[in-house]
């Protein structure tokens, strides 16, 4: 049994924690921690773990085989360097790191350690997506286009909204789905427009909430990638695979199998929140993960470690850049040690 901490018990560290302890049969969750105040007490309690304000005091836990980070994104590479250097194996959500130089230090520590390190890029792991990779390793040749979209249903603070989380936070899941469906590509440059079209009275302070961007690869592909913080018709997240034998779509907005035939016309439910979206491929993430943990086990198209979390991060800062540059930018090579 590989005993979890979970380190942040916000929105998305109760789900994980929820998944570790109820969904991962080779997995218990033994503590949760959270320098709030209070803030690990309920979820540690309801999933039977310790809690702690002390994120350090589970990563010096012996006991504790990994940790799964999903503090706010601004903390994740000094956390993954930390658990690296004490030995514990690292799942950690999404950005791995704000600035590229942080996600190859992260990824230099975690090699340097022999410690996994996976990073959450939930999509590799949903049935769609996961049966197009294998799909595209089994011979379809190189696409000509990829396209990846993520439309959220709306709802959010713009006081909240740091600049370019829309490409660091939010689009980063599409830049990492236009690599893992172009294997063995390199992004070499970017051109993104970007604009607060939700909020537009937001925009003089810096808010981007509507985004597209293209990245160009040097297989001659072009991935097209797209963000929205509102869509009213719910939570969308799609992707499209076009090369010389085939197209391939993964994704839907449907929650279920219904279609309303009425006077109306025709209706149908849509799903409203990511958890419910992707619940399988959330738990089959953290059940990769473990059993990397336990047996050095994989997933297609390999475990989306560090390296590919500095990859995607290049990628956005580029698109950060185009933004504000108003041209095409060069994608920064990336580096980690051997």
Avoid at 6 to 28: D, K, N, Y
Avoid at 149 to 176: C, K, M, Q, S
Avoid at 238 to 246: H, K, L, N, V
Avoid at 261 to 289: C, I, K, M, N, P
Wanted: some cysteine.
């Amino acid at each position: 049994m590989t005993r979890v901490a979970l380190i942040g018990s916000g929105r998305m560290g109760a789900f994980h924690g929820e998944t570790v302890a109820q969904r991962v049969p080779a997995a218990r969750l033994v503590a949760v921690a959270d320098p709030r105040p209070g803030a690990a007490d309920a979820l540690a309690a309801r999933l039977g773990a310790a809690a702690t304000t002390d994120p350090t005091a589970v990563l010096a836990d012996p006991g504790i085989d990994a940790v799964v980070i999903a503090a706010p994104a601004r903390f994740h590479a000094d956390l993954v360097v930390a658990a690296a250097e004490s030995g514990t194996h690292v799942f950690c959500e999404k950005p791995m790191a704000m600035e590229v130089a942080d996600a190859v230090r992260a990824t230099d520590a975690a090699r340097a350690a022999g410690v996994v390190l996976q990073v959450g890029f939930n999509r590799r792991f949903a049935a769609d997506w996961r049966a197009a990779r294998t799909l595209v390793d089994g011979g379809l040749g190189a696409p000509r286009t990829i396209r990846s979209l993520t439309r959220d249903p709306g709802g959010f603070d713009p006081a909240r909204v740091a600049p370019d989380t829309i490409f660091r936070e939010t689009l980063i899941h599409d830049i990492d789905t236009l690599r893992f469906l172009n294997p063995g590509a390199t992004a070499v440059e970017v051109y993104a427009v970007a604009d607060a079209l939700v909020r537009p009275d937001w925009r003089d302070r810096g808010l981007l909430d509507t985004a597209v961007m293209t990245v160009r690869f040097d297989n001659g592909a072009t991935g097209i990638a797209e963000a929205c913080f509102e869509a009213a018709h719910g939570y969308d997240v799609r992707a499209e695979w076009f090369g010389p034998g085939a197209m391939l779509s993964m994704g839907s907005t449907r929650a279920d199998g219904l279609v309303v035939h009425d006077a109306a016309g025709l209706s149908a439910a849509t799903v409203r929140y990511d958890q419910d979206l992707f619940r399988d491929a959330y738990t089959a993430e953290l059940t990769t993960f473990v059993d990397a943990v336990v047996h050095g086990g994989g997933a297609p198209g390999g475990l989306p470690g560090g390296e590919d979390a500095a990859a995607a991060l290049a990628i956005a800062v580029a698109g950060s850049e185009s933004v504000r540059a108003g041209r095409p930018v060069p994608v920064a090579p990336v580096a980690v040690s051997a």
